[in-house]
């Protein structure tokens, strides 16, 4: 297992991994999908060629996550062409997730919504033998690699949107090799953010509800311990914690193993495209939004799962309300 950040200066982009307190630089990289690409190219497992690429220059960790640094952190993963980086989502996943949409859709057990009926479906069929299909999750497009953001960035609230809350999840991280097979790079802290009040309106608004930014980071992770993962989300203002709960992720969470998922994603051959980069959110346990809070402009989201480095931490940036549309004009 290998944690890997992407840093930048003024100059230039490097790779590293996390060896605390250091971040030890790689030799000759700039990128994580580089870096991966390298691999393929070579034939050789990631780990192995991170260690050889591990070079002699160190940083101090603490310096550029708290950004005292020259460099800063970035995503630790996106591609040379963000319109070749799918963002996407499944939901539904976890145990308690189901719970969470019901309410927000104000139905009780003897009204179940469309959401718990898949949620239901998931519970008897999201853990098929191996090798075998099972039941399909929920699915959702973000975006392309232009709405992936890093530590420290802010997520924007646009003028049209009613709203923006933090989805604590875990990401995974995929490039399509040259024979058009999934390859998993590794797995990411992640929030995945969304207008849950546009949602609740209405669940046929639940697409639009996911086209907002997301970050990732400050580590992507290679082969990680996935069985059941504890983290913690918190919600900070004015430097001061207002909302926090434990939550959990991996097999041992959620009603579909992440094989089912892996394979509901990339059946569709467009998701299997030689050197794409995919980054699929797994789901989330719990959200501020279920507890009644509504996020303001500076608001702080914090994520951090146990073995997945330091925490995620993003403001909320609040554009001003507008009802202005736009316009298209002929060619």
Not at 15 to 28: K, M, Q, S, T
Request: hydrophobic share 40%; aromatic share 6%.
């Amino acid at each position: 297992m290998s944690r890997l950040v992407q840093i930048r200066n003024a100059h230039e982009r490097r790779v590293a991994v996390v060896d605390e307190p250091h971040l030890r630089l790689l030799d000759g990289i700039d990128s994580v999908y580089a870096l991966a690409c390298e691999a393929l190219a070579l034939g050789r497992p990631l780990d192995d060629l991170i260690a050889a690429r591990t070079g002699p220059e160190s940083l101090l960790y603490d310096e550029v996550y708290a950004g005292t640094s020259p460099w800063r952190l970035t995503a630790p993963v996106d591609h040379p062409e963000p319109a070749h980086c799918l963002v996407s989502g499944t939901g539904l996943t976890h145990l308690g997730s189901a719970a969470h949409r019901q309410a927000m859709h104000g139905k009780d057990d003897a009204d179940l919504t469309d959401s718990m009926r898949m949620f239901r479906s998931g519970l008897e069929g999201g853990r098929p033998e191996a090798g075998v299909a099972g039941a399909a999750p929920e699915w959702f497009f973000k975006g392309t690699g232009a709405i992936l953001r890093g530590p420290g960035d802010a997520l924007d609230l646009p003028p049209f949107a009613s709203d923006g809350g933090e989805e604590a999840e875990l990401a995974g991280v995929y490039l399509i090799d040259a024979e058009g097979q999934p390859r998993r790079i590794g797995m990411a802290t992640a929030n995945e953010f969304s207008d849950h009040a546009l949602e609740k309106t209405n669940y046929l608004n639940l697409a639009a509800s996911k086209l907002r930014t997301c970050a990732l980071g400050p580590e992507v992770v290679t082969n990680p311990r996935f069985d059941l993962v504890p983290g913690e989300v918190a919600i900070e203002r004015g430097g001061a914690r207002i909302w926090t709960k434990a939550i959990a992720t991996g097999d041992g969470a959620m009603c579909h193993s992440l094989a089912n998922l892996e394979h509901h994603h990339f059946k569709y051959d467009a998701h299997r495209q030689p050197g794409d980069l995919h980054v699929h959110f797994y789901g989330a346990d719990s959200l501020s939004f279920g507890a009644g809070l509504t996020l303001m402009d500076g608001d702080v989201m914090v994520v951090q799962f146990e073995g997945f480095g330091r925490a995620l931490r993003n403001p909320l940036s609040v554009a001003a309300p507008s009802r202005a549309a736009v316009a298209v004009s002929p060619l």
